[in-house]
């Protein structure tokens, strides 16, 4: 079940000011750790160390794959690839540097199998918090990264708190994830989250 809270887009510049948005209440983030008993607890012969060496071993060798120019698939959930932070573009390409033109470099996952929107769509339930319903940081919108697809069409039933199931339609296949964002000169905005209707370069809901 997938609990979230309302919120109304204050930003005057936009396009949807005045409008109300869903926002998933994030309770708990789930360490590497709790990932590792949790499996432990799906009766697999492997034990808790076991599994937690296994997960370790599997981060650090991701990033030592992303980091040679690879793409990381995992079936069903992401497909991990590092993108580039450009600091401005360069007048051409002879003058083109490193050091005055890319910022960094990003994780970039983009969401593959049964967690592409699509599938996800089939099987989540959205339910409204109540005011007494365990929160973090205020509905915890910002923990989860990303917004609920559709905008507030999809909360079935959102103003009297009942629960409701995502519409299929809404979704579609290779949905972002994570920090997914498009290489490009977007990094002036990196203080910024364009999630948030309350954020100057918020523009509605992200499918």
């Known amino acids: 079940m997938i609990l979230y809270v309302l919120k109304k887009n204050k930003n005057s510049k936009s396009a ?3 409008k109300w948005f869903a926002y998933p209440v994030i309770e708990e983030t789930v360490t590497l750790d709790g990932l ?5 607890s799906h009766n697999t012969p ?12 599997m981060v650090s060798c991701i990033k030592e794959l992303l980091l ?3 793409n ?16 401005g573009g360069a007048v051409s390409e002879d003058v083109f540097t490193v050091s005055k033109n890319i910022k960094g470099v990003k994780l970039r996952a983009r969401a593959t199998g049964e967690l592409i929107t699509k599938s996800l769509n089939l099987e989540a339930q959205l339910k409204k918090a109540s005011a007494t319903s365990k929160t973090s940081g205020n509905g915890g919108s910002n923990g989860g990264g990303s917004t609920p697809t559709g905008g507030d069409s999809n909360t079935g039933g959102s103003q009297n708190g009942g629960t409701g199931s ?7 296949s290779g949905s972002n994830s994570g920090s997914g964002s498009n290489t490009g ?3 002036g905005n990196s203080g910024n989250d364009p999630n948030d209707p309350n954020d100057p370069t918020w523009q ?3 499918n």
Do not use: C, Q, R
């Open 185 to 187: 000169g977007n990094s």
């Open 166 to 172: 995502v519409t299929p339609s809404s979704g579609g």
């Open 68 to 70: 040679e120019g690879k």
């Open 36 to 40: 590792a008993e949790h499996m432990s």
């Open 16 to 18: 949807a000011f005045g």
């Open 46 to 57: 492997y034990s808790k160390g076991a599994i937690m060496g296994m997960l370790t071993d």
């Open 204 to 206: 509605g809901d992200i």
């Open 72 to 87: 990381v698939k995992i079936a069903d959930l992401a497909i991990f690839s590092l993108g580039i932070k450009n600091n």
